[in-house]
Every structure is written in structure tokens, then in C-alpha cells.
């Protein structure tokens, strides 16, 4: 697994602060290349260049530079043999799906109409920005693909965004917005994303047809106002986006931004519908559940809810029809509803199929830990457990024991104490590599265990069943109050 170890060896420069890299270069570096070409007519020079180049291009997702460690340096000619720059490359060379590309056979009407007006807009290079609104299950990533796959089929360069990894990771060539564009995490007035005019992101976007932005209701308006600025003084061009389709999709009936500790009026004001851009966009609507064709009840019982039409009870409260729900009768139903959502588990536990379909959902990082410990306990085999290690940055003076340290549990970091089988699902925390899928929200099941390592099958999307390595990282918390780090 060469590929994997080159993206272990740029994850560990990124992420865990190495004190020997020169010498983790020498020892891993005849494994790092042994599926690049080994004929007499490519030199070691060469090669060693090419390893270079391809970590580097992992470190330059994070803004980060080979440069900026004790390596060799790529040659100054190597970069001139490369006639178009790699990102333009990956964009040219993304696979297409024949499912995708005749995809336009079997639009419904909605889709098609969308499919028209959007073709026609890209293909007339029309300055024009559109929101394919729809419940869940109304096909619109299925619309997605299908326009991805016939434009660059015909050469074009469609950029794939999504607000979130998980959504990002449906779409072939999908990144989050946020990685993708450089966009701050922190909002100034007039802030701008991190690139300038003569970089290979703006080279690449100048080239792009369209960009197409799901889950845009997830995003901060701010986020797109930053964007836009952006585009107009990149591009020159002073339209919406610089001038380019922009084909952003969601459904409003979801979650909308996430404002910490915000009122409902401040949630709404960071929507993008309270953005002055939203004057110049064009609602296509998708209205046909494809997803709950064989169960009606189901889709208009989701309807009814995102339309605040279904009946509620006290405290904004809803019922759950009996259907879909199990009655608590203590302890023992955590039991029951593990075994309904993962029948036979001992039989399926190296089945990425099967995993790939069933996951369990809760909001609370408590009942998060009670229903894992419960789900791991099912599995058979034996467990592997891994400790964090909690610190408090400049914390000179040891106020903060390790015992409550081990007891913080953010959301948004692993428990001190994780404990693991061979075949239990995991999630990843943050985007390790998002162009092979290694994004936040990414699922995988676990192979093989190494001390400060885990072998990990990715369970779903454009890259699934890649085996990739995940080790050890430094992770710190925006949501203590105090700076808080965890090495998990």
C-alpha cells in the first residue's frame, strides 16, 4: 500500500509534530515508492522528485509546504515539466460513471426541467447562480452527478462542493467548500479566501464551467458573501461569483447554520436567503420523492415535519408514529434496538455492505458513549483500546488534574478512552485528506490495529473499500472555554 503510506507519511507531517523526519524519510522511503515506474529510463532523481511532489500536494490542501521541513527539495525543473498545474489534472481526470453520464435518461420532470435550464446556462457561459431546493430523497444529488458526469465528459470543469464531508463524499471529485476554496474559518467584514491570483486554485477556477455547492442551507452566509468577493476580484468581473454558474442545492426543511449559543432570529440572519445574493438566485423545485416511492406515509410524514405541518405536542414536541419507533422498557431496549438495527452482527462484521446501510444516530455525546460501548460489546473478537493523552497548553503551573481532563468529552473530539474490535465502524473528526474522501463525517471500519496506528477500510462513497492508514494526531477543542488538547 505505497499510496497509503504516502498519505500516513504527509498525515504525520501535518498533525503530529515529528522531531526526526529526516530520518522517517529514509526509512520509509524505499516502501513510498514502489508502485512508481522502476524502468532504466526513469532515473532515482526522478522518482525521489515525484514523492516529493506528490506529499507535497497533500500539504498544500492544509497550507502547509514541503519547505517547511527537513527534507529534500523537489528540483526547480521538475515543476516545469508539468504542463498544466495538478489541480487542473485532477479535475481532468476525475472517472466517469456510465450510471452517471446516462443519468439524463431517467430524470423525472423536475429533474429534467433543472437539468435543462442549468445546461443551458452553463453552456451559453451565462452568469447565473441556481438553488435546487427539495426534500431529502427528491434526487438532487442524483441531479448532481448526472450534470457532472455529462459536462466533463465533454472536457468541462465542473467543481463538486458541499458544506458537509459526508455530502462532499457523494459527489465524484467532491470536496468541502470550505477546503476547496480556502474559505476562513472566522468572518471579517470583508474577508477574502486564502489564495491569490497567481495560484493553481485560481487558475483552476477561472477554467471551471460551473460550481456546483450542496447543502448550501448548512453554510453560513458569510461563507458565500466571502467567496463571492473573492471570485469578483480574481476574476475580475464584478457579477455575482465572479460570473459563474453557481448551482447551490439543499433543502431549507434541515439544519440550517450553526450559530453557538444562538437565538432563532440570529440563526435565520445567517442564512444565505439573508444574504443580498439570494435576490439574484433561481429556485429550481424537486417535488418527486424517489427515495420513498414503495413508502408514501413515510415521505409525507417528513414532509409534514419540515413543513411544521405535523401536530406537536407541548414544548414544540412531535410524535414519532409507532412504526418507526421502540418503546422504552428499560436498560434492555438499547439491547433490542442495537439488534434491529444490526441483525446477525457477528455474521456481518467484516461486510462493508452491510455497514454501509445501518448507523445509529443521537445528539448527545452521553447516550453517544452508552449505545458504542454496548455496539462493541456485540462484536466479536478482541478489544483494543487506545488513551488520549489531555493537556492544557502553557498550563506552567498544573492546575488542571489529568483525571478531569480525561473526563472532558467536547463533541467535537474522541473519548479519552476509545475502545475498538477488528470491524467496528468508525467516523472520522476532521478532514485528514479530503481529495481520497478522508474528510469530517467520513466512515470507516476498522481492519487491522497498530499501536499508535489503525488500518481502516473507508465504508462508503466515490472511494470506497480503499484501504487507508490513521494515526495518532494532536486535536484541540474551539468549544472549551479553555484551550484544551487531545492526542487521540
Given amino acids: ?25 529514509e526509512e520509509n522511503y ?23 511532489h506528490d506529499i507535497n500536494d497533500i500539504l498544500q490542501q492544509h497550507k502547509r509546504s514541503i519547505k517547511e521541513f527537513d527534507l529534500p527539495q523537489i528540483s526547480e525543473g521538475f515543476e516545469d515539466m508539468r504542463a498544466i498545474s495538478d489541480l487542473i489534472e485532477h479535475e481532468l481526470s476525475i472517472p466517469i460513471s456510465d450510471d452517471d453520464l446516462y443519468g439524463s435518461r ?43 458526469a455529462n459536462f466533463r465528459n465533454d472536457g468541462c470543469i465542473i467543481l463538486a462542493t458541499a458544506t458537509s464531508g459526508i ?14 476554496f480556502k474559505i476562513p474559518i472566522k468572518f471579517e467584514p470583508m474577508a477574502m479566501c486564502h489564495f491569490s491570483k497567481q495560484s493553481d486554485l485560481c487558475a483552476l477556477i477561472i477554467r471551471a464551467s460551473a ?9 453560513n452566509r458569510k461563507a458565500f458573501e466571502t467567496v463571492d468577493r473573492t471570485f469578483r476580484d480574481m476574476l475580475g468581473v464584478d457579477l455575482p461569483f465572479g460570473g459563474k454558474v453557481m448551482i447551490l442545492g439543499g433543502d431549507f426543511r434541515q439544519v440550517l447554520p450553526v450559530v453557538i449559543n ?14 443580498s445574493l439570494w435576490s439574484s438566485v433561481k429556485v429550481l423545485n424537486l417535488s418527486e420523492n424517489m427515495r420513498a416511492q414503495h413508502d408514501p406515509h413515510f415521505s409525507d410524514f417528513l414532509l409534514r415535519v419540515g413543513n411544521g405541518d405535523e401536530p406537536t405536542i407541548e414544548n414544540d414536541m412531535i410524535r414519532i408514529p409507532d412504526s418507526m419507533a421502540m418503546h422504552w422498557e428499560g436498560e434492555n431496549s438499547i439491547d433490542e434496538l442495537i439488534n434491529a438495527i444490526f441483525p446477525d452482527l457477528s455474521s456481518h462484521m467484516y461486510d462493508t455492505d452491510y455497514m454501509e446501510n445501518r448507523a445509529i444516530i443521537t ?18 473478537g478482541e478489544e483494543v483500546t487506545y488513551y488520549s493523552f489531555d493537556s492544557v497548553p502553557d498550563d506552567t503551573c498544573n492546575l488542571y488534574l489529568p483525571e478531569f481532563l480525561n473526563s472532558i468529552s467536547p463533541g467535537n473530539l474522541p473519548p479519552h478512552k476509545l475502545v475498538l474490535k477488528k470491524g467496528s465502524p468508525i467516523m472520522l473528526l476532521r478532514n485528514i485528506d479530503p481529495k481520497i474522501g478522508l474528510c469530517n463525517g467520513t466512515r470507516l471500519i476498522c481492519r487491522r490495529f497498530g499501536r499508535n496506528l489503525i488500518e481502516a477500510e ?16 494532536p486535536l484541540k477543542s474551539r468549544r472549551c472555554k479553555n484551550a484544551f488538547r487531545n492526542d487521540s
Fill in 211 to 219: 460550481i456546483i455547492w450542496d447543502e448550501a442551507p448548512m453554510a
Fill in 458 to 473: 473507508i465504508l462508503a462513497g466515490q472511494f470506497k473499500r480503499m484501504r487507508v492508514f490513521l494515526p495518532r494526531i
Fill in 1 to 25: 500500500m505505497p499510496s497509503a503510506l504516502r498519505r500516513l507519511f504527509a498525515t504525520i507531517l501535518l498533525y503530529c509534530e515529528p522531531s526526526g523526519v529526516r530520518m522517517l524519510w
Fill in 262 to 275: 444562538g437565538t432563532k432570529s440570529q440563526i435565520i440572519k445567517a442564512s444565505i436567503v439573508e444574504s
Fill in 167 to 180: 455530502a462532499a463524499n457523494l459527489l465524484p471529485g467532491g470536496r468541502t467548500a470550505h477546503s476547496k
Fill in 106 to 148: 431517467v430524470l423525472n420532470v423536475g429533474q429534467l426541467l433543472a437539468f435543462d435550464i442549468i445546461s443551458e446556462a452553463i453552456r451559453q457561459k451565462h452568469s447565473a447562480i441556481f438553488f435546487v431546493d427539495g426534500p431529502g430523497g427528491t434526487g438532487k444529488t442524483f441531479l448532481y452527478r448526472t450534470l457532472l
Fill in 30 to 52: 524505499p516502501h513510498m515508492i514502489e508502485d512508481y515506474p522502476s524502468s532504466s529510463n526513469v532515473n532515482s532523481l526522478y522518482i525521489m522528485n515525484k514523492l516529493l
Fill in 363 to 380: 445528539p448527545l455525546n452521553d447516550d453517544v458513549n452508552k449505545l458504542n460501548e454496548k455496539a462493541i460489546n456485540a462484536f466479536p
